[in-house]
Every structure is written in structure tokens, then in C-alpha cells.
């Protein structure tokens, strides 16, 4: 059978280990640095981590991010080429928004799993101090109408139309292209139709700033963090959060409506990061000596129409998707909510999650205990490198499930721009 012939069965795909490096707040110890290198720091350390150094080692490497370069148009590739992996390995680009990291996870797998490949690293980076700024779009059409120009007189007189106005870049803008609002205004919109209160958001946003701090200081972060400028650990952490604390802050969206309640506190950060996650066949961990932290078992993918749901009543709203995902994944799956020990939902905005949860149990899954939910913090205490987030998920997760008595299952669920939400389910058996 050669290479690319699919194997006649399809094999469990392992969660091997996972690295990152610490996530830091925009404009601080990361500003200068590059999506490649900081996916670069993640990946070395993922290699050094599991000996990935020889030749072949590994079967290829897929990432990506959302705010790129044109620099970046090859940004995988030219990671590896940048690491200790061998650079014979191939790469590439993937890009889902918030949902990038867990998407590259589930391309990897799907290769594994069909037997295309014995192993592969997946992963993402994102910077939102280095974000892109394009060239003025007027400025833009003169600068290609110039290009074009088959005389230099012609090129003068379409480079004399240039004026100062035209020297103000295009400034990146957290905002949905269909409906101008951003995504923190989308879930406020959400909020506000679910009634989501202002303290239930602010004790979300404290616990997983207390959760976080805690698996620190028990170490449980010392095989999947690896330094980097300086910074050992999440810069936006605050161990000492409280509702009281979190109470103080003034709202920052839903601002055109009486009574908003998301906060700089109960909302995440714009950050700086990057994570890699190492995924194999039963075979190739066996034969290297390595233990599995869980293995991928299913996953779902799913969008909706929030430009006119968002504001029909928040079910459809714009980070609402994993609502019908995890449904549609569970009753394939044959599973209820109450299948799981630990549930990681990715923490865009604490009004959210309890959204989520809240259309979960409206939808008959039942409702999640918040014991195991976000048992190690999550994106709100740690910070969101967009196309990183669903790769830290996965390596903490499934860290998480092999401190429990097998077998044991996790349930994750990651809401993404555009409508979209990428979930999946993780086993230890």
C-alpha cells in the first residue's frame, strides 16, 4: 500500500503532550515579536520536549493565525524550516478564527487516523501587537494604477493624485465585515436577550483567574509552558480576582443600552501567544516509549446565521454555534452531558459561556456542573491568542483527564468569529 492509499480502518488518534508558551497581554513582553517566532518558541520546545529531532520524526506540521502578514502567507512552513524539527518535514496553513488552533488539531488527526501519517504537530500563533496595517485602499488603486501605467508621464499622473489623507493605513478592526459590530457588541447583544447578569459573568471571570493561579502552583503547567522573553507564566493572570474586585470596573460593551454588563474583567484581553499540540497513531507513541494523554474521538464543526439571528434573540448570535455543535456531536456520539468529567469551553466572554450553557440545557443536554468546567482557568485568566486558544485547550485537557481514574472523557467547545464553532471530545481510556 503506498503512502497515500487510506488504510482500510480507521485508527484512535492520540493526544501525545502539548507546549506553549506563556500568553501575554498585547503591547507588553511580546510586541516585537513575530507569529513565527513565538510559533517557533512552541514548537521548539514541543521537539525538545518528546526528542522530535531526528530525521522523519514527525509526519507534518499544520498551524496558522488569524492576524498575518503577507510575511506569514507561509507561516507553518517557515516555522519549521525556523526549528529543531527536521526541515524536511512538510507544513501547512490553516485558518478558522478562534477556531484555528482546534481546526489544525482535527486536520492532523484525520491524516492519523486514516493512516496518511504516523504523527503530526498542530498548532497556532496570533499577535495583536504586531498586527498587520494595510496600505489605504485609495492609496492602494493609485499605487497599482501607477504600476500599470506603460509610459513615465502616465505613471506621474497617476502618482499626482496621491494626497496626505492617503497616507493613513487601514487599522485592523474587531469587527464582523456582515454586521460592523464587534465581537464583544455581538455578545452583548446576546447577553442582554438572555438576561445574562452582571455578577454571574464577574464569579466566571474570578474563578477561572483563581482556577488558573492554582494549577500553577501545583505545577500542573511545568511540562506544557515553556519560558519565553522572560515571561513563566500567563502575564494576564490575577490570582487575587475577586467579584468584589471585578465589580468595580465600568462596562465597556453594550454601552448603547441601560445597564451593560461586560467589563474589561468578564472579557478577554487582547493577547500575544502561541501553542503546539503532538498527535500520533497508538503504534508511533508505543514504539517511542510514549504514554498517551487521551485520544480524539469525535468532533463537529457547525455555523450559523447571526447576522439575523444575533438580533432575533440569541441563540444565533454570533458566538453561539457551539449550541448546535455539541447537540449535533453528541447524538452521533451516542453521549449526554452527563458523560463527561471535565468540560473546557472556551472563555471569549464570560456572558458566553453562561449563553452556551444556558442553550445546552435549553436544547435537553442538561446543565454542566461547575465543578468541571474549566477546571485549570481558562481563555479569560490566560488570554486569547485567536488562533491559538484551541490548541492549549487540547494539551490542557487532555493533561487534565490523566488525573483522573480511567476512563474518563472531556467535552470542548470553541465559539469563533464569523458564526462558527469548532468542538471535539477527548478520551483516556
Known amino acids: 500500500m503506498s503512502p497515500q492509499q487510506l488504510s482500510p480502518s480507521v485508527r484512535r488518534v492520540a493526544i501525545v503532550g502539548g507546549a506553549r508558551i506563556p500568553f501575554a497581554r498585547s503591547d507588553g513582553p511580546y510586541a516585537t515579536a513575530s507569529n513565527q517566532q513565538m510559533l517557533t518558541a512552541a514548537l521548539d520546545g514541543l521537539v525538545e520536549r518528546y526528542g522530535l529531532q531526528e530525521p522523519g520524526a514527525v509526519g507534518e506540521f499544520v498551524a496558522g493565525a488569524v492576524l498575518k502578514h503577507s510575511r506569514d502567507f507561509n507561516l507553518a512552513r517557515e516555522t519549521v524550516l525556523g526549528s529543531a524539527l ?33 504523527s503530526a504537530v498542530a498548532g497556532g500563533a496570533d499577535t495583536a501587537s504586531d498586527a498587520p496595517l494595510g496600505v489605504n485602499d485609495s492609496l492602494r488603486r493609485i499605487l497599482l494604477e501607477a504600476r ?14 496621491v494626497r496626505p489623507g492617503h497616507l493613513v493605513p487601514d487599522i485592523p478592526r474587531n469587527a464582523e465585515p456582515r454586521t460592523g459590530l464587534s465581537m464583544g457588541e455581538h455578545a452583548a447583544v446576546t ?14 471571570a474570578a474563578i477561572s483567574h483563581q482556577r ?14 515553556v519560558p519565553f ?16 474586585k471585578l465589580a468595580s470596573l465600568k462596562p465597556v460593551f453594550g454601552l448603547d443600552h441601560p445597564d451593560p454588563t461586560m467589563t474589561a474583567g468578564n472579557s478577554t484581553p487582547l493577547t500575544d501567544g502561541a501553542a503546539t499540540v503532538l498527535l500520533a497513531s497508538e503504534e508511533w507513541a508505543r514504539e517511542r516509549g510514549l504514554e498517551p494523554l487521551a485520544y480524539l474521538t469525535a468532533y463537529e464543526t457547525t455555523a450559523v446565521d447571526f447576522v439575523g439571528g444575533d438580533v432575533a ?64 482557568g ?12 484551541g490548541a492549549r485547550i487540547v494539551a490542557t485537557l487532555a493533561k487534565l483527564l490523566t488525573e483522573r481514574d ?13 458564526g462558527q464553532g469548532v468542538t471535539a471530545i477527548l478520551e483516556r481510556a
Open 148 to 161: 500599470r501605467a506603460k509610459s513615465p508621464g502616465a505613471r506621474l499622473k497617476a502618482l499626482a493624485k
Open 191 to 204: 447577553a442582554r436577550e438572555r438576561g445574562i447578569a452582571r455578577e454571574a459573568q464577574d464569579e466566571l
Open 313 to 376: 434573540g440569541g441563540e444565533d448570535g454570533l458566538l453561539m454555534a457551539p449550541a448546535h455543535a455539541v447537540p449535533r456531536m453528541l447524538e452521533r456520539a451516542g453521549l449526554g452531558l452527563d458523560d463527561f468529567d471535565l468540560v473546557e469551553i472556551h472563555e471569549a466572554f464570560a456572558s458566553q459561556v453562561l449563553a452556551t450553557l444556558a442553550a445546552w440545557e435549553k436544547r435537553g443536554l442538561g446543565t454542566v456542573d461547575r465543578a468541571r468546567l474549566n477546571v485549570a
Open 212 to 225: 488558573l493561579a492554582a494549577a500553577y502552583e501545583r505545577g500542573f503547567f511545568q511540562d506544557l509552558v
Open 86 to 118: 527536521d526541515p524536511r518535514t512538510p507544513a501547512y496553513d490553516i485558518q478558522q478564527a478562534c477556531g484555528t488552533g482546534l481546526q489544525a488539531v482535527i486536520a492532523a488527526a484525520n491524516k492519523i487516523a486514516l493512516g496518511q501519517t504516523e
Open 378 to 389: 481558562s481563555s479569560l485568566a490566560t488570554g486569547h491568542p485567536f488562533a491559538a486558544t
Open 406 to 418: 480511567a476512563p474518563a472523557r472531556g467535552l470542548i467547545s470553541v465559539c469563533a468569529a464569523g
Open 229 to 244: 522573553r522572560g515571561l513563566a507564566r500567563d502575564q494576564n493572570l490575577r490570582p487575587g480576582s475577586t467579584v468584589e
